[in-house]
């Protein structure tokens, strides 16, 4: 299965080399008066971490510092430091290299930030740092604001060099309020906004049912005078009569605010998600911030020297002959030849299968409630329903739309509504709204998974839109248990029989661990297993023992024996004792499991140069570097963004011995399979996107228990 390598050029500089001083540490231990909550110990220790005066990080069980600790930062308000004296970390052993690399991380942004360049400097969710050029951009015409900058990281190789990873980052905040997006986009989420009358920035969190006149501040009166009462920029009457009142948080806490006073923050990738449904607006911003992998990585390379220069103090001469991209040996784990397998053939895109027959069948009964008074099926949804139901060799029944009238009002009258409609035989209904509070879709979630029906939401089109129509099906058929497309299996003896993807999530208060989603090696769903609510993100070992053994049993009930090989794919880092007891237990029974964690950051960007040319362009998907040392890579899994370049996974081995490309190869071909979306391919492995897309509407509904009478087949959640 060998491939000829490619050279891939990754956006990582090389700004110095660790020597052994370098690498010694003055480490403590630490004690807590109180104790932590149950949970929440890993982030009360990160909270030390930022009150000691120096850049520390957490190690095992201690925290560790490049410098010592000065007397008056020993204590603090319920914890107690102790010096343990110095220790060198090994570059060879992973977890102090690690160790290592989040010091060097967090003492880089330290000495940033004691530059003239504090202002501009700011944390990136993703890791790592965000600093911002001085300068903004007006799009001409459009009234669009573009920031740019660029996002700062740092590895550290196994020979003590210190690569800082830099690439080119964007934010754009529209002439669009957020309640303006918000009628207009309201299935594409926002993170931050901005206030309208300055540069206030905000993390957004929800939209409430309150009203402005009545929603208080404390100490301030209503939300409504106090924006009518500002000195500077004071609301209009019609700003607040137009408001939804919406919340934003900053350091934590959550404040109410005013949707018609606040301007929404653009990614990258909604800006992408825009253009591809036509926005000519997100066409314009693009054609005017585009710019190369050439670019990017040029950029990347003054910011190396600038860094070496004048932060780690490095000779010029030292600088302009050793700063370039790091260079690795890649290969290409993706065919050219379409995997995904439908009713008589294979195809490259799911939606293929809505015009060819679908893989396997579901149920064949669909409702329909419509809320906004139009009357009936949809005549594009109806085609397209009852086209793929003759190309499958299947009858439909599509009931008599059901209305807002028909809906009552009361809890349990409705509560019955449910459960007459599913007594009929309907468990899966498209429901047709107008834009609703997420308070009211979670409602109208929760009452319907009461009665074993899952919902399938669509807002009216104004127009015949093809690209929603496919998605809007796809997500319905799912949800009855059909399968519009299966994988063909990858012919190798360490390719798992069996693969299951875990998430957690958290709703603020609780996280919901141990969120599953099985299929087998061809793509066949086994279902999803029930998450579990519980304080920390860490999942719960006996959990995860729980939910293998519930999908082995599923897997022995097709197949009459135990899988021969499992893999696991875990969203994020692995931590310690999490598939422990699992891995035991399959050991037993003589099952061979891989355990991988998936890391959406740290990959940094990859390129190459191709054939007859000298610019670096983006590598396409399925470009792979394998570590060293046999327990990393990196993949490209999805297409690059226009105006920007694709984002890599960072796959790590936590436990297993199926050789890397092979294990390189399963995670590729699960991102294929993506049946919920026509047209895209998954950024991450199918397994973990589902579960992923599980634990958020779980966290949505914020119940758990209505989910014990689900069908384990019917994927609510697509």
């Known amino acids: 299965m060998n491939n000829s390598t490619l050279e891939v050029f990754l956006n990582r500089f090389p700004v110095k080399r660790l020597t052994e001083v370098e690498r010694t540490v003055h480490t403590y231990t630490y004690t807590f008066n109180p104790s932590p909550e149950p949970g929440k110990e890993y982030s009360a220790i990160n909270r030390i971490t930022w009150n000691i005066g120096t850049p520390g990080v957490r190690f095992g069980s201690t925290i ?87 996002r700062l990281n740092l590895a550290l190789h196994h020979s003590g060099a210190v690569l800082t990873e830099i690439d080119i980052h964007h934010r754009f905040y529209t002439s669009w309020t957020l309640e303006q997006w918000l009628q207009t986009y309201p299935d594409i989420p926002i993170n931050w906004v901005r206030n309208t009358y300055d540069e206030r920035s905000w993390k957004f969190e929800r939209v409430s049912n309150e009203n402005p006149e009545t929603t208080m501040i404390p100490n301030l009166g209503s939300l409504a005078d106090y924006h009518r009462n500002l000195s500077k920029n004071p609301a209009t009457e019609a700003e607040i009569r137009n408001a939804r009142v919406v919340y934003v948080t900053s350091k934590g806490k959550e404040i109410p ?123 594009l949804i109806r085609n397209k329903l009852e086209t793929v139901a003759k190309k499958s060799n299947v009858d439909i029944v599509l009931e008599p739309v059901k209305h807002k009238t028909d809906l009552p009002d009361s809890l349990l009258t409705r509560k019955q509504f449910w459960h007459d409609w599913a007594d009929r035989g309907t468990h899966t209904v498209l429901v047709v709204t107008p834009w609703l509070q997420n308070t009211e879709k979670a409602r109208l979630q929760r009452e319907a998974l009461a009665a074993n029906i899952a919902l399938q939401f669509m807002q009216p089109m104004s127009r015949p839109d093809n690209y929603r ?100 794919l875990r969203d994020g880092i692995v ?90 190869r399963q995670v590729d071909r699960l991102c294929l399979l993506n049946p919920a979306s026509g047209y895209s391919f998954s950024r991450l492995p ?11 509407t779980v966290q949505r509904i914020g119940e758990v228990g209505i989910l014990q009478g689900i069908d384990r087949q019917k994927i609510f959640f697509a």
């Open 64 to 150: 560790i510092t490049k410098q010592t600790i000065a007397e008056g930062y020993l204590q603090g308000e319920n914890w107690q430091l102790r010096s343990q004296g110095t220790q060198l970390l090994e570059l060879n052993k992973s977890n102090e290299r690690e160790a290592l690399e989040n010091l060097e991380r967090r003492w880089l942004g330290w000495k940033l930030r004691q530059t003239s360049e504090k202002s501009r400097i700011e944390n990136s969710p993703e890791g790592g740092f965000i600093w911002w050029n001085a300068q903004k951009t007006i799009v001409q015409g459009l009234g669009w604001e573009v920031h740019t900058g660029v």
């Open 469 to 568: 129509a496919v998605n809007i099906i796809l997500g319905l058929l799912l949800k009855a248990k059909w399968q519009p497309v299966a994988l063909e299996p990858l012919p190798n003896e360490y390719a798992a029989e069996l693969v299951i993807g875990f998430d957690a999530g958290t709703n603020r208060s609780l996280y919901y661990g141990t969120s599953a989603f099985a299929i087998l090696a061809n793509g066949q769903s086994l279902g999803w297993e029930l998450p579990e609510a519980q304080p920390g993100e860490k999942l719960s070992g006996q959990a995860v023992l729980r939910t293998v053994a519930h999908l082995i049993h599923r897997f022995q009930r097709i197949e009459n024996r135990l899988p021969k090989r499992i893999l696991l």
């Open 686 to 696: 199918y397994v973990i996107h589902f579960a992923d897309k599980m634990a958020k």
């Open 257 to 379: 605010h005013l949707s018609t006073r606040l301007q929404p923050s653009i990614t990258m990738e909604i800006l992408s998600c825009l253009q591809e449904r036509g926005s000519k607006e997100a066409a314009k911003v693009f054609k005017q911030i585009r710019q190369s992998s050439q670019v990017r990585f040029d950029r990347g390379r003054e910011i190396a020297k600038w860094l070496a220069s004048n932060i780690y103090n490095i000779d010029q001469k030292i600088i302009d002959a050793k700063i370039n991209p790091q260079k690795a040996e890649g290969i290409m784990v993706r065919h050219k030849s379409p995997l995904l397998m439908i009713k008589s053939k294979k195809v490259y895109r799911p939606e293929a299968s809505l015009e060819q027959g679908c893989f396997q069948t579901g149920e064949k009964q669909f409702g329909c409630l419509d809320l906004t008074g139009n009357g009936d099926w949809s005549e």
């Open 575 to 664: 931590q310690r004792d999490e598939f422990a007891s699992a891995i035991a237990v399959l050991q037993q029974d003589h099952i061979a499991v891989d355990l991988l964690g998936v890391r959406k950051s740290g990959a940094g960007r990859m390129a190459v140069i191709p054939y007859q040319s000298e610019k670096l362009i983006d590598a396409l998907p399925g470009t792979t570097v394998l570590s060293e040392d046999g327990d990393t890579f990196r993949i490209v899994t999805s297409e690059a963004k226009t105006g920007g370049s694709a984002r890599p996974l960072q796959v790590v081995r936590d436990y297993g011995d199926a050789p890397l490309e092979i294990l390189a």
